[in-house]
């Protein structure tokens, strides 16, 4: 019953993923006529677009059979959504706590408009088990083929040596000042990569401190919950989520660190979960404050949805 609930919700997040107006994501629209644009191309000359090669090849294929741009938007909700959704299921305690979370925190808002990054998000949830099994050459081979669609997964490849860290206090101890180098830094690294980018990035600030508050108490409160020693079941993730708010402050010099960032983040979805649950097995009232809790979290992530700015959803 459970696994049949969670595929109805998520079934029903694909549905209206795919069935949305094209007014409805950041980069929407751009898409949609950009994808009319290659489609007119020969192969050759959409492989020179200026885009990543994969994200353009795919383009170039559904333009070949399908005129209307709802086609490209099918596609890319299922080559997105499915991989994301059977790794929560593989890997979440909580899956349907992972779902709400997934809306909640603004993740789906944003997979349904970033579509390059988000196709290398999908990508990438290939990879753990790589990183897990210290399995290097495919774990590499994950990230170059998730660079085709969107060049920043390149920063992923952190991920296989961050696993090697050891997760205690020290560690945390010492990455607190660290992060606020880093952040006081973030005009720097700005420049640094405006030499790399297509289209030089303009410092801004626009919010990041809940994200940054978020990820730095859901590795605070397992520390202290614990001692200092983290259940061997939260530690691969647990990484992940520290490494993403050590990196979070740089969104203060330019918002769009945000996405940068994300590819450690969407970890959440997993850890967050997954610590809920450890917390509520190791209670001698399990039975009792299971509901409760979970329904408190999915209370915060209703609160959190309620203070981003994702407009009014519509269907085609």
């Not at 959504?81 to 909640?104: A, D, T």
């Amino acid at each position: 019953m459970k696994d049949f609930l969670y595929w109805i919700c998520a079934g029903g997040i694909i549905i209206a993923s795919a069935l949305r107006s094209t007014d409805i994501g950041a980069d929407t629209l751009t898409y949609c006529q950009e994808y009319q644009n290659i489609r007119a191309l020969s192969f050759k000359e959409a492989m020179g677009f200026g885009w990543e090669q994969g994200y353009v090849a795919v383009n170039w294929v559904l333009g070949q059979f399908f005129e209307s741009d709802r086609a490209l938007l099918v596609f890319l909700t299922i080559f997105i959504l499915i991989p994301i959704f059977v790794w929560i299921k593989k890997e979440s305690n909580y899956p349907l706590l992972s779902l709400v979370m997934f809306i909640g925190m603004g993740m789906w808002n944003a997979s349904i408009g970033i579509f390059r990054q988000w196709c290398a998000i999908a990508i990438l949830t290939f990879s753990y088990k790589y990183i897990k099994a210290r399995r290097f050459i495919p774990f590499l081979m994950v990230v170059l083929i998730a660079m085709l669609f969107h060049r920043t997964a390149a920063i992923f490849l952190l991920a296989y040596f961050i696993e090697g860290i050891p997760l205690n206090m020290n560690t945390i101890i010492a990455t607190v000042p660290a992060s606020v180098m880093v952040g006081l830094m973030g005009d720097k690294i700005l420049n640094f990569l405006n030499k790399f980018a297509r289209i030089s990035e303009g410092g801004n600030f626009n919010g990041g401190i809940s994200l940054l508050i978020v990820l730095w108490l859901c590795v605070v409160t397992p520390l202290i919950c614990y001692k200092g020693k983290i259940p061997k079941e939260l530690k691969f993730y647990m990484k992940l989520v520290l490494f993403a708010a050590f990196m979070q402050p740089v969104a203060f010099a330019f918002s769009n660190w945000a996405r940068i960032v994300a590819y450690f983040s969407i970890s959440l979805l997993i850890y967050l979960p997954n610590f809920v649950s450890e917390v509520i097995l190791e209670s001698k009232l399990n039975a009792k404050i299971s509901i409760p809790v979970v329904t408190a979290v999915c209370g915060l992530m209703f609160l959190w949805l309620g203070r981003l700015d994702v407009g009014t959803f519509t269907f085609l």
